[in-house]
């Protein structure tokens, strides 16, 4: 029996850190089946893992979602080899489907490394959930080959989208008539949240800070929040590159109020959550940054915490009184202080957190899945194309 399937094309590896893509699809294979497309990795990569890999293979990941794994030549990024690459990865995908027996509804490619793929019907939902451009240092990306990717894939795109507004302005030139739709990072609501009993005495105490830790982070707003001897709980792994910011991430672990647990199950995280007061969004306030949407954000607020972040325009996108913005390490330092030791902090607790909580509720990726289905299949006015022509790519911020 056909089933009709989205295909999702992702920026990284099913099993590397849960981000947007893995908890949009997610919520989205609550609703329809959803063929998620690893990056192609090296056959000579390949080669020293597994012996006997294939060319490509298809691995079930739940219930809804079948993950593809496919290999690419060597150095796919060079100009050269990108047509060999892309028919490659385009080939991959249509031997998935016929091995699934799919139609497509529609193809989301999330991802600077990789253009829609040839012969795959659909709609053609471009989301940009990073600024590709800006961090392509970062993620040791090829500013050009991004460019080319991003140019080519907009040009092709039934709708371009991205993750705050300030990302979708900078992408706008790009898209010529078109909007650019805003799709931000969602959370997932707490089940038992309502329920579970708090203990807002001196149990109570920690600032908590989720997420990876790298360069995004502002180490002088944390050093500054550690100064004060608020305790500190740090989730998440080490991702950094930079040896002088190792430097400050061992300085930070090894202060004497602060308690690293590493990376833990996200089933997990509402437990050890559970004996915080405050929740910490500390990020430099980069262009790169400046067009993200921290995940952790929404993630606190589902947990019934209170915020504080750097000064970033998805805060001020969310339009909420529950984010405290810090505008330079002594204020943040300051706000976190006063939430952790204000005395009064248990009156009325309840009703704030469950005031946080429903906030996050109508932010949560389940509510982000239903747009992006409303965006690949609009109502009959909405003018969507029933056949695509290609676009000339229009000059803007990404050239």
Same mark, same amino acid.
């Given at each position: 029996?056909?089933?009709?399937?989205?295909?999702?094309?992702?920026?990284?590896?099913?099993?590397?850190?849960?981000?947007?893509?893995?908890? /949009?699809?997610?919520?989205?294979?609550?609703?329809?089946?959803?063929?998620?497309?690893?990056?192609?990795?090296?056959?000579?990569?390949?080669?020293?893992?597994?012996?006997?890999?294939?060319?490509?293979?298809?691995?079930?990941?739940?219930?809804?979602?079948?993950?593809?794994?496919?290999?690419?030549?060597?150095?796919?990024?060079?100009?050269?080899?990108?047509?060999?690459?892309?028919?490659?990865?385009?080939?991959?995908?249509?031997?998935?489907?016929?091995?699934?027996?799919?139609?497509?509804?529609?193809?989301?490619?999330?991802?600077?490394?990789?253009?829609?793929?040839?012969?795959?019907?659909?709609?053609?939902?471009?989301?940009?959930?990073?600024?590709?451009?800006?961090?392509?240092?970062?993620?040791? /990306?090829?500013?050009?080959?991004?460019?080319?990717?991003?140019?080519?894939?907009?040009?092709?795109?039934?709708?371009?989208?991205?993750?705050?507004?300030?990302?979708?302005?900078?992408?706008?030139?790009?898209?010529?008539?078109?909007?650019?739709?805003?799709?931000?990072?969602?959370?997932?609501?707490?089940?038992?949240?309502?329920?579970?009993?708090?203990?807002?005495?001196?149990?109570?105490?920690?600032?908590?800070?989720?997420?990876?830790?790298?360069?995004?982070?502002?180490?002088?707003?944390?050093?500054?929040?550690?100064?004060?001897?608020?305790?500190?709980?740090?989730?998440?792994?080490?991702?950094?590159?930079?040896?002088?910011?190792?430097?400050?991430?061992?300085?930070?672990?090894?202060?004497?109020?602060?308690?690293?647990?590493?990376? !833990?199950?996200?089933?997990?995280?509402?437990?050890?959550?559970?004996?915080?007061?405050?929740?910490?969004?500390?990020?430099?306030?980069?262009?790169?940054?400046?067009?993200?949407?921290?995940?952790?954000?929404?993630?606190?607020?589902?947990?019934?915490?209170? !915020?504080?972040?750097?000064?970033?325009?998805?805060?001020?996108?969310?339009?909420?009184?529950?984010?405290?913005?810090?505008?330079?390490?002594?204020?943040?330092?300051?706000?976190?202080?006063?939430?952790?030791?204000?005395?009064?902090?248990?009156?009325?607790?309840?009703?704030?957190?469950?005031?946080?909580?429903?906030?996050?509720?109508?932010?949560?990726?389940?509510?982000?899945?239903?747009?992006?289905?409303?965006?690949?299949?609009?109502?009959?006015?909405?003018?969507?194309?029933?056949?695509?022509?290609?676009?000339?790519?229009?000059?803007?911020?990404?050239?």
């Amino acid at each position: 029996m056909t089933k009709t399937y989205l295909v999702y094309i992702a920026g990284a590896d099913w099993d590397g850190v849960p981000g947007t893509d893995r908890r /949009l699809t997610a919520a989205l294979a609550r609703r329809l089946p959803v063929l998620w497309v690893d990056p192609p990795v090296a056959v000579h990569r390949v080669a020293r893992r597994e012996r006997r890999w294939p060319v490509r293979r298809l691995v079930v990941e739940g219930q809804n979602i079948v993950r593809l794994q496919s290999v690419t030549v060597p150095f796919a990024s060079r100009r050269a080899l990108l047509p060999i690459a892309d028919a490659l990865n385009a080939w991959a995908v249509r031997w998935a489907l016929r091995k699934l027996e799919a139609d497509v509804t529609a193809v989301v490619v999330a991802t600077p490394r990789a253009r829609f793929p040839n012969r795959v019907r659909g709609s053609r939902l471009l989301y940009l959930t990073d600024d590709w451009v800006a961090g392509a240092a970062l993620m040791k /990306l090829p500013l050009t080959g991004i460019l080319g990717f991003l140019r080519s894939n907009v040009s092709r795109a039934d709708v371009v989208a991205a993750v705050t507004p300030e990302l979708a302005a900078t992408v706008q030139g790009l898209a010529a008539d078109r909007p650019v739709e805003i799709l931000p990072n969602g959370c997932e609501p707490v089940v038992s949240a309502g329920e579970r009993p708090r203990d807002l005495g001196d149990s109570v105490s920690a600032a908590a800070l989720v997420g990876q830790l790298n360069e995004r982070l502002d180490f002088d707003v944390l050093e500054a929040v550690v100064a004060t001897g608020v305790p500190v709980l740090v989730i998440g792994p080490r991702t950094e590159r930079d040896p002088a910011i190792t430097v400050r991430i061992d300085a930070l672990l090894a202060a004497e109020t602060v308690t690293w647990l590493g990376s !833990v199950p996200f089933a997990e995280l509402p437990d050890h959550l559970a004996g915080a007061a405050v929740g910490l969004t500390p990020y430099r306030v980069t262009s790169f940054n400046r067009a993200s949407f921290p995940l952790k954000t929404l993630e606190y607020l589902a947990n019934g915490l209170p !915020v504080v972040s750097t000064d970033l325009p998805a805060v001020h996108w969310l339009n909420t009184d529950l984010i405290i913005v810090g505008t330079d390490p002594g204020s943040f330092a300051a706000q976190v202080q006063r939430i952790v030791c204000d005395p009064a902090r248990q009156a009325g607790a309840d009703a704030a957190r469950r005031r946080r909580i429903d906030f996050a509720a109508a932010h949560s990726w389940d509510v982000r899945a239903g747009h992006l289905l409303a965006l690949v299949h609009p109502g009959p006015s909405s003018g969507l194309r029933a056949t695509r022509r290609s676009r000339p790519a229009a000059s803007g911020a990404f050239t």
